[in-house]
């Protein structure tokens, strides 16, 4: 046993209501567990009382006992802790604590006072084992977001602790950048030297690997082999939900053993989305766009016409233009050639009066709530917008009316992100340009932004989404366009872009051929 | 260089640019530390920005203190002109606003506005040759509640300039302008962001066992609160009773000590080591320990031929120059010697450079 939890209620200062209530859990050598559960479910606060940060710095009122590696960590120092469980953080930017990797993958050695002969030596296996030896000398701040999740691994594993702590640590990074760091941890627990804790929203690629499953949902823990867990996990990866719809057992974890198992059981019909409405006026066009920063051109001859009642997907690889491009239709990136026109005639030249019409939701958005109340943010979206909705409309169209007096810094994450995208849409654009909006949000809040989306269009607006997550664009796009360092690889109808034979297929695609979400699956 | 060697630089460039009020001394000492400032690469990761805005700067520092003296008005025997301003009570405590403005009042300005001007010059140096982590890396032991803040205002500054631009952008999108009055708004976010963030790199350097050791034991704790008394003493004596002087140079080594002595203790019970330690070369100890013996000099020891100072309110007479006093001042030339000296792409710049990615 190498950690051992018993009835463990913890309360953040200040706070009325258990983060964590009556928590029990024996982890043992070895184990390599998924903590999943939504947001400000409690998983975060969870793995810090592997470590003592809760209560030792979080402070708070915590009843119960935490024993790891035969140390009780609400008591034990820090430095004394770190040697035996180190932590990977949610954002890459605010974990790195020196210039260079190697030098932040030395931080942690030379505060335990370990040889530097020593220090070498293992400095050297680390930078191997995690593939990362190429960038030794490097700025963390010239790292891409998975180059910089794989140095906090290898910094958190240099103490060369006994338990290995991820809070979320894919969710900040595109599809590439999560697959590399999902990697490293499962290479690390074939070693079986570490035991890990990894908690995440996405588990279609940990499922297959994890040996064992926590769901923490307000504050209260379950706890089984993955096997087990799809049964009772509130939010699973489409093939595994719809496996558990089927009423398959075992349900299979992989989209491999998916598909295998669904050859026996033909028993699915599609019934396709209805098509969407034909496309309507023009709302906005970019005609032979080029931008460029410095002698760099990121993207070239860019034409892109959205119309009425379209929902467009932008999908590209990080650094292939999409919020540059977006950025440069609202006005808030410069253009070195080419231009914009709103239905049909040239875009009016400053950001105000541009978003106005298109309206931008950058990524992370939360960033500028400010006011006292949610209702105040969206008192201040719409009191530049003569003639908008009434703020009780907007509020309640967006599902945050029961929010309004709330301080917006102090709901959950998910509620910030609807609160963020409330108060920059209030004025209900007819076009709505959107960056990554489902990025690190749990499942119930994008499916609420793919409605909210859907009924845009419906009423004749259109939306640009630029994101990695094509499960989730599939239930809104009707349109996919993809970028590439050439400029535009392809622009699809989504059905065909995201169906079976299509560049990009959704999980229930590859599995279903003819239906691309699990919506369109009758069973 | 050495970050300890630059720590040695500033000090005597501070105490020469603090200690100076001869105009053609300080026009020297301004073209020298420029000299510096121009010829120094800018180091990794510094936390400054070009030095094109740090001249401008310094240069409407100077001009404001020429402006405020105008304003101000001024006594003298040359009076150039009269600005017409209100005449206040002198129960007001001697505030002028406006009166007649003499060339000694400007003159006098003009060396304050240098003055600030070399020391902002100077500290661009420091900090655009010095990248922050490093100074952190090499600084003792005992130091580390300071290294802490420091580490998290470093992450703290690039992130703040950066969530302001955003939330200014967010305004813009919500329709809103950008001007004066939208100071307070954009304000709260980006303070309220960048304590956020600050907690985090707290608590990330905390789970990586950056924290207090077991307290350093009494006798250290006596010697830290010690050594600022002893070096008040110092200065006390040395200042207002002359013929103390010896007490002030005895209370002075005591200072020294005991600090010393605290600065061992505390590292002690705070075992840490260093991953590639950096030694500084020995013709940089020496060039440092004479920066040092310097700026000691200068600020406590008056040594004949050696007068950095000037009064324009005697009669705006022409400044003295001299060989002997210049010598200080070209000194702060010397960190050009082993900049120069580097060949390109040496030492520590190799180190540090990028990789393709």
């Keep these: ?523 | 260089m050495h970050p300890g060697s630059w720590v040695a630089w500033l000090a005597l460039a501070m105490s020469v640019a603090l200690s100076t009020t001869n105009p053609l001394y300080l026009v020297v000492l301004l073209l020298t530390l420029s000299l510096v400032a121009i010829l120094t690469p800018r180091a990794e990761g510094a936390a400054v920005g070009g030095i094109r805005a740090v001249f401008l700067f310094a240069g409407g520092m100077f001009l404001l203190s020429l402006v405020v003296a105008v304003v101000n008005g001024s006594y003298g025997d040359h009076i150039l002109f009269t600005v017409p301003g209100p005449e206040f009570p002198s129960w007001m405590g001697g505030l002028r606003l406006g009166g007649p403005v003499s060339a000694e009042g400007l003159v006098a300005a003009g060396i304050r506005g240098m003055a600030i001007t070399c020391i902002i010059v100077s500290f661009y140096v420091f900090s655009s040759s010095v990248s922050p982590q490093r100074l952190l890396r090499t600084s003792p032991a005992a130091l580390f509640q300071a290294g802490l803040v420091l580490t998290v205002g470093l992450t703290l500054v690039p992130s703040t300039v950066e969530d302001l631009r955003r939330v200014r952008e967010v305004r813009a999108l919500r329709g809103a302008s950008n001007g004066f009055r939208s100071l307070p708004g954009l304000a709260v976010p980006v303070l309220l962001g960048g304590l956020e963030r600050a907690m985090r790199t707290a608590e990330a350097m905390e789970a990586r066992g950056y924290a207090a050791a077991s307290p350093a034991p009494r006798v250290a704790s006596i010697a830290v609160v010690a050594a600022p008394a002893l070096g008040l003493t110092a200065a006390t004596a040395w200042f207002f009773y002359p013929e103390f002087r010896w007490l002030a140079v005895l209370a002075a080594l005591g200072g020294v000590a005991a600090f010393a002595a605290w600065l061992r203790a505390a590292a002690r019970s705070r075992r840490t080591t260093r991953y590639h330690p950096e030694h500084i070369a020995l013709p940089q100890r020496g060039a440092a320990a004479i920066s040092c013996a310097l700026a000691v000099t200068i600020v406590l020891i008056p040594i004949p031929g050696l007068d950095l100072g000037y009064n324009p309110f005697a009669g705006l007479p022409w400044p003295s120059f001299g060989i002997v006093a210049l010598a200080p001042v070209a000194a702060c030339a010397w960190p050009l010697l082993f900049v120069l000296s580097a060949p390109a792409g040496s030492g520590r710049a190799t180190v540090l450079a990028e990789a393709p990615a």
């Design chain 1, 1 to 523: 046993m190498i950690a051992n939890l018993r009835d463990i209620t913890y309360s953040y200062p200040g706070s009325p209501r258990p983060a964590l209530s009556s928590v029990s859990l024996d982890v043992r050598e070895g184990e390599f567990i998924l903590v999943a559960g939504p947001s400000a479910g409690g998983k975060s606060t969870f793995l810090r009382l592997f470590n003592g940060l809760v209560p030792q710095f979080h402070g708070g009122r915590l009843a119960g006992s935490v024993i790891v590696d035969g140390l009780d960590a609400s008591r034990t120092p820090a430095r004394t802790m770190a040697a035996r469980a180190g932590m990977v953080f949610q954002e890459p930017e605010a974990q790195g604590v020196a210039l260079t990797v190697e030098e932040d993958l030395a931080f942690g050695l030379e505060q335990q006072g370990v040889a530097p002969a020593i220090m070498e030596v293992r400095i050297e296996h680390l930078l191997e084992s995690l593939g990362i030896a190429r960038l030794r000398s490097r700025r963390l701040a010239t790292l891409s977001g998975g180059e910089r999740q794989r140095t906090a691994i290898a910094a958190a594993l240099a103490l060369d602790p006994r338990l290995l702590l991820c809070d979320e640590p894919t969710s900040q990074l595109d599809l590439e950048g999560a697959a590399s760091v999902i990697g490293a941890l499962d290479a690390l627990h074939q070693t079986g030297r570490t035991t890990i804790l990894v908690s995440e929203h996405r588990l279609d690629r940990l499922l297959p690997v994890v040996s064992s499953v926590v769901e923490i949902r307000d504050g209260r823990l379950r706890h089984g082999p993955p096997s087990c867990a799809t049964r009772w996990l509130e939010a699973v990866p489409p093939h595994v939900e719809l496996c558990r719809a089927a009423g398959t057992t075992p349900v299979p974890l992989t989209l491999e053993a998916t598909r295998s198992r669904l050859l026996a059981l033909p028993q699915f019909t599609v019934r396709p989305m209805e098509p969407p409405p034909s496309p309507g006026d023009v709302l906005v066009a970019a005609q032979g766009l080029a931008i460029s920063f410095g002698d760099t051109e990121v993207l070239s001859d860019i034409d892109l016409t959205v119309h009425a009642g379209e929902v467009v997907a932008l999908l590209g690889a990080n650094g292939s233009g999409k919020t540059t491009l977006l950025r440069a239709l609202v006005g808030l990136q410069a253009t070195t050639r080419g231009s914009v026109t709103f239905r049909g005639r040239p875009a009016p030249p400053s950001v105000q009066q541009r978003a106005a019409h298109a309206g931008y939701v950058p990524q992370d958005p939360a960033i500028a709530l400010y006011r006292q109340s949610v209702r105040d943010e969206v008192v201040d979206g719409l009191r530049y917008r003569p003639g908008a909705a009434s703020v009780d409309d907007v509020l309640r169209s967006w599902s945050v009316a029961d929010l309004a007096a709330a301080n917006p810094r102090d709901v959950s994450v998910g509620q910030q992100l609807r609160v963020a995208l409330t108060s920059l849409l209030a004025h209900d654009p007819p076009v709505w340009l959107m960056d990554e909006p489902t990025r690190g949000a749990d499942l119930s809040v994008s499916r609420f932004l793919a409605s909210r989306i859907r009924e845009h269009a419906a009423r004749g607006g259109a939306a640009i989404v630029a994101t990695h997550d094509i499960e989730a664009a599939a239930h809104f796009a009707t349109r996919v366009v993809r970028l590439n360092a050439a400029g535009i690889e392809f622009d699809l109808p989504a059905r065909q872009a995201f169906g079976t034979d299509g560049p990009c297929p959704t999980a229930i695609a590859s599995l279903i051929p003819g239906a691309i979400t699990l919506d369109e699956v009758a069973l």
